[in-house]
């Protein structure tokens, strides 16, 4: 099965500028369109204090998406799976019990105690990852270990804050909201790592061979793929430690751009990030105005969305492997 499409420079400068006029419709919509619409020209002090609101949650959704598709390009590079996004390391779920437990235990702030079940989630996978060697199939298989033991402490937790479990739900599923100045902070520190990711566009390459191939190449493999994936998982706890729990946004932009690009990671860091922001923005919009009166969680039109793209994944798997 291939994921590339093998286009040509003329095509992926179209459909960039496609990705680009869809962004900034989507930033025109995102400000004029809500429970109350807003004029842009000529707006009343009360019109702009709300684009102020909805200009806050479109940077917001952004970074989230840029952030989430870079993190989860690189991690699908690095373990050659490309259904693969930094919950597969169990930061998420960390994330997710440091949230239930400051709930559980009435401490804060919660997004700091999320954070660092992220992290005690990130180092309990490299643990128990590097018992008896040192192979990315470990890692992985430690991924899936610590996030069933940490789901399990979830929802026994869980069951005792019954009356909290509408908030621990939404949490969950994952809600763009607007930011505070330490909140946003968090936010551009996890675009750096995401920059440091860029970076290493050439050694991504590189580790598309095997491993042997990737040594004689002067890569130094181990140090590589530990930076790489330690950089990732740190810039996906710090998003899901505010944010809460997106799994499709990552999995979908670095696909559909690896559908697109035909050249490198340099390439699909760029288009990955635009389609990964544009995927965020639009579902955040949804969000906020499809149903009168209530907010949905951003998450929830993300996971509607990712159960299509899946559908279109496994039927372009099929017939990949038909032909």
């Not at 286009?7 to 004029?32: C, H, P, Q």
């Not at 998982?233 to 505010?242: D, T, V």
């Not at 635009?274 to 929830?300: C, F, N, Q, Y």
Request: proline share 1%.
């Amino acid at each position: 099965m291939t994921l590339l499409y093998n286009g040509t420079v003329k095509d992926e400068r179209n459909v960039l500028a496609l990705l680009l006029l869809l962004y900034v419709i989507t930033f025109f919509v995102s400000l004029s369109w809500g429970q109350v619409k807003v004029s842009l020209i000529s707006p009343t002090q009360d019109e702009l204090t709300l684009l102020y609101y909805r200009l806050n949650r479109f940077v917001t959704a952004s970074i989230v998406g840029a952030v989430l598709s870079c993190t989860a390009l690189t991690l699908q590079t690095v373990t050659r799976n490309y259904l693969v996004d930094s919950g597969l390391l169990g930061v998420n779920s960390g994330a997710v019990l440091g949230k239930v437990l400051s709930m559980f235990l009435k401490v804060g702030p919660s997004q700091l105690i999320a954070l660092a079940g992220s992290m005690i989630a990130l180092i309990a996978t490299f643990t128990l990852g590097s018992l008896g060697g040192s192979d990315i199939l470990r890692l992985v298989v430690a991924g899936v270990v610590v996030n069933s033991v940490l789901s399990s402490a979830i929802s026994l937790i869980s069951l005792y804050l019954y009356t909290s479990a509408a908030s621990v739900l939404s949490w969950t599923l994952g809600h763009i909201r607007t930011v505070s100045t330490s909140e946003l902070i968090i936010m551009v520190v996890s675009l750096v790592l995401c920059f440091v990711l860029v970076s290493r566009s050439k050694q991504l390459d590189i580790l598309t061979l095997s491993k042997e191939e990737a040594m004689s190449l002067g890569v130094n493999y181990k140090s590589e793929v530990f930076l790489l994936i330690a950089v990732s998982a740190l810039a996906g706890s710090l998003i899901s430690s505010i944010f809460g729990v997106f799994s499709f946004v990552g999995v979908a932009a670095p696909n559909m751009a690896r559908r697109i690009v035909s050249g490198g990671h340099l390439k699909l860091f760029l288009f990955s990030s635009i389609i990964g922001a544009l995927l965020m923005a639009v579902s955040d919009v949804i969000a906020r105005t499809s149903l009168a009166g209530i907010e949905i969680p951003t998450g929830l039109v993300v996971s509607f969305a990712g159960a299509v793209f899946y559908l279109y994944f496994f039927w372009s798997m099929s017939r990949d492997y038909s032909s």
